[in-house]
């Protein structure tokens, strides 16, 4: 007894090798439990606020808009999303009486920083963006991060004309397709108009034409 | 008599982290967060409430567990430790504070390699009761919350003229935008630096003098 309280003064008792792995290998479970148990629990929540997110965002998009409907292009046509069906996706817009209104348009591009994902609104009919709202983005704080905190900017893109295309200008531009770059963000600024462009570019020329858009969900459709 | 002693001592193990010891300003811990995410006064208070929780939880429970860990393996328990409860804290707040969540981004994860848990884990939980090591945990959490506070608020005012997103200097105020980049993030640090060293040397020489008077 008084020997190996002798001998630990200097150095540590000698501790057999499978308590250094037992310890470790029990640890190592007990954490995985706890990490599999949090990610369970917290699922549900973290998929509903994604879903709602995701709707309000289309709502804001689209102004008006109460009802939406994804529509899944599976690389060949445009139809209303089916359970077996996977490829990028749209959201066909209704008002509460179920008239259609437009689309709300994800797309997504690499930003200052890193990608950037937002989503617009576009009206076929009268072929403008209506909204455009960031749902993604590490933009640097105070400069690039006006792309969704500058009402100015996103002020620009609730009446956009996308035809030839969107253009980012320096100082004030009047024509209907422009947008004002932001002072000091000039990089975010064209980051977030080529994104919308190339959104406009894969999908206007896949849309169905017009009066024959889906039905709203719920009537005949999803 | 020795329940007092015991209690002004246990009230010190709080309070040195805040001030004395600050984990920030004094001893010069957790560089990372505090340089990258105070850009906005909410930031930093997010951030250093993330931080803090995971320093409270894995203090407290590597110190329960101090007599059980081999001292071989005791690094690699504590990464397994603290890895879990960041883990934890990443999926809680997605599910609660969304918005927070997207803002920390990364950094939330990094909260892992902060030195100030790792150092407490080591240097303080793994020799200390639980009790001394929950209270040193939340004065040294304290200490982080205050230091990233005081960077992210002047960084926020002087780099977008605005305090927890409320506008406090008007339209007309041209922001230092070198505030809210990384370059800023040296400077004000350098300057609180500053601030704590001057406090603490003249503290130390009016410690100095009364003890000359009282000679």
């Known amino acids: 007894m008084s020997e190996s309280s002798a001998t630990s003064v ?11 792995v037992f310890t470790l290998t029990l640890l190592g479970l007990i954490s995985g439990l706890c990490i599999v148990g949090a990610f369970q629990l917290t699922l549900p ?26 529509m899944v292009w599976d690389g060949s046509a445009l139809a209303a999303a089916a359970k077996d069906v996977v490829g990028s996706t749209i959201y066909a817009s209704y008002d509460s009486a179920g008239v259609f209104m437009g689309y ?18 576009y ?10 709202k960031v749902l993604e983005s590490r933009e640097t704080p105070g400069l690039g991060d006006k792309i969704y905190k500058d009402d100015k900017f996103v002020g620009e893109f609730r009446d956009l004309a996308v035809e030839p295309q969107v253009v980012v200008v320096k100082g004030h531009g009047a024509d209907p397709n422009q947008v004002d770059a932001i002072t000091g963000a000039t990089i975010s600024s064209k980051s977030v108009v080529k994104i919308v462009n190339a959104g406009n570019e894969s999908w206007l020329p896949r849309l169905p034409a017009p009066g024959q858009e889906p039905p709203p969900p719920g009537k005949g459709g999803l | 008599m020795a329940t007092g002693k015991d209690t002004s001592q246990l009230y010190e193990e709080f309070v040195k982290g805040i001030w004395k010891e600050n984990p920030v300003f004094v001893i010069v811990l957790g560089m990372c967060p505090t340089l990258a995410v105070t850009n906005s006064a ?52 997605e599910a609660i504070a969304p918005k927070v969540h997207r803002e920390l981004g990364a950094f939330i994860a990094l909260i892992v390699v ?65 505030m809210i980049l990384p370059p800023g993030g040296f400077i004000m640090l350098g300057v609180w630096l500053l601030v704590f060293a001057a406090f603490k040397e003249r503290k130390q020489k009016k410690r100095l003098e009364a003890e000359r008077r009282a000679a």
């Open chain 1, 10 to 20: 200097h150095e540590a008792p000698p501790v057999k090798s499978w308590v250094l």
């Open chain 1, 123 to 132: 009206l076929p009919g009268t072929k403008r963006i209506v909204g455009m």
């Open chain 2, 114 to 178: 902060n030195c100030i848990i790792m150092g407490r884990a080591e240097a303080f939980a793994a020799k200390n009761t639980p009790m001394r090591s929950l209270l040193d945990a939340l004065g040294m959490g304290l200490g982080f919350t205050l230091a990233l506070l005081l960077m992210g608020s002047v960084r926020e005012i002087l780099g977008n003229g605005s305090l927890f997103g409320i506008n406090l200097l008007g339209p007309h105020f041209e922001s230092w935008v070198i």
């Open chain 2, 42 to 93: 909410i930031n930093g208070v997010a951030m250093a409430a993330a931080t803090m929780f995971v320093l409270v939880g894995s203090s407290l429970l590597i110190s329960l567990l101090r007599n059980w860990i081999p001292n071989q393996v005791r690094i690699s328990a504590y990464i397994v430790v603290i890895a879990t409860f960041v883990t934890v804290v990443d999926f809680s707040l």
């Open chain 1, 45 to 70: 929540t973290i998929t509903s606020n994604k879903a709602k997110a995701l709707r309000a965002a289309v709502f804001e998009v689209v102004p008006g808009a109460k009802q939406m409907q994804p």
């Open chain 1, 104 to 121: 709300a348009i994800p797309a997504e591009g690499p930003g200052f920083q890193d990608n950037i994902r937002l989503i617009y609104g």
